[in-house]
């Protein structure tokens, strides 16, 4: 995709111009990644495996179709954070069904977009909606399970 874009701003002209915007993009992202791959790092070695099994394992059984997506849901950041973080502490720990739901409440129930969605949206939107995107991930992940566990 890259070098199909390459060629098409370079039959433009402007192909300088458009890696003159990626180097931009690569320097405004570059520091996000290396903090959060430090700071998966450090998950990675400070919470146990046991832990991480008991509660998202194979064994956690509905645990970790609730405890999945509140982890999901709590999490901040976009994808150069979360997937990084998922990948080293979550990946090997848990099971289809947890994983689905934790990414689909990562990617569902932002809690750190609640003050604005209380501000610009309102309080009756606001509760309506997670009302309804708090069952979902946990069905998703108990539907993966039947299908996939």
Known sequence: MALVLMFFTYRQ???WESLK????????????LLAAFVVV?????????????????????WRGLIA???IGALIQGGPY?????????????VTTGTA???????????????????AFLGPRF???KYALYL???SLAGLVADVLFG
């Open 100 to 118: 689905i739901a934790m990414i689909s409440a990562w990617g569902m129930i932002n809690v750190g977009h609640l003050p604005y969605e209380f």
């Open 135 to 137: 069952a979902v991930p």
């Open 21 to 32: 915007e990626a180097k931009k993009l690569l320097l405004a992202v570059l520091p996000l």
């Open 81 to 93: 954070a979360f997937f990084p973080l998922f990948d080293a502490v979550f990946r090997e720990s």
């Open 126 to 128: 606001v509760i309506l």
């Open 68 to 70: 999945g997506p509140a």
């Open 13 to 15: 002209g402007k192909h």
């Open 41 to 61: 790092g450090f998950m990675d070695l400070l919470i146990p495996e046991k832990v991480l099994q008991t509660w998202l394992g194979a064994g956690s059984g």
